[in-house]
């Protein structure tokens, strides 16, 4: 059995009580996967903690690790300032520009790759160019837009977007 992308929620008003909630959860499930014959892959485990902006002052400093107890014994999980969810760059402030640029890049990437298909007497026509990049290309570039698309400064996150529109057509 494998899972990818699990994730453990904790929420408190301060970072070391979330923390603490979300070690006794990632611990109650390495003990569950340890009675099913299965186990966490503590390379891959990492954590993340957000904030509001105007309040950090109030919820006590973030914590560098966790340090969770399993039977196998224990292992350390670092905060991480960048976290991969569901194929998405969640930033713990959450700029998006990470994301973003990722994103933009692996759709030229996508399209150079594609570009063989093309590049021949036998190619491809307009049309079915038009096709690909509406099927393949645009839905990596606009990957999980409605999440950041709320957000007041999205201008410059718009600007690196059609900067890659732009290479690709």
Not at 26 to 50: A, M, P, V, Y
Not at 123 to 138: E, K, S
Request: net charge positive; charged share 15%.
């Amino acid at each position: 059995m494998f899972v990818d992308d699990g994730a453990i929620f904790g929420c408190a008003k301060l970072h070391s009580s979330s923390a603490s909630l979300v070690t006794l959860g990632l611990q109650q499930i390495t003990e569950w996967l340890g009675r099913n014959g299965l186990q966490c892959d503590h390379d891959k485990t990492e954590f993340i903690s957000f904030a509001p902006r105007s309040r950090d002052y109030l919820i006590g400093s973030l914590m560098t690790a966790i340090h969770p107890r399993t039977p196998t014994g224990s292992f350390t999980v670092h905060r991480s300032d960048i976290i991969r969810y569901l194929s998405v760059y969640i930033h713990h402030k959450f700029d998006w520009s990470h994301h973003v640029t990722i994103m933009a890049n692996r759709a030229q990437s996508t399209a150079h790759a594609l570009h063989i298909l093309g590049n021949s007497v036998c190619g491809l026509d307009y049309a079915n160019w038009q096709r690909i990049f509406h099927a393949l290309i645009l839905p990596v570039l606009t990957y999980s837009f409605p999440v950041y698309s709320t957000q007041t400064r999205i201008k410059g996150l718009l600007d690196t977007l059609q900067v890659a529109q732009n290479v690709l057509v």
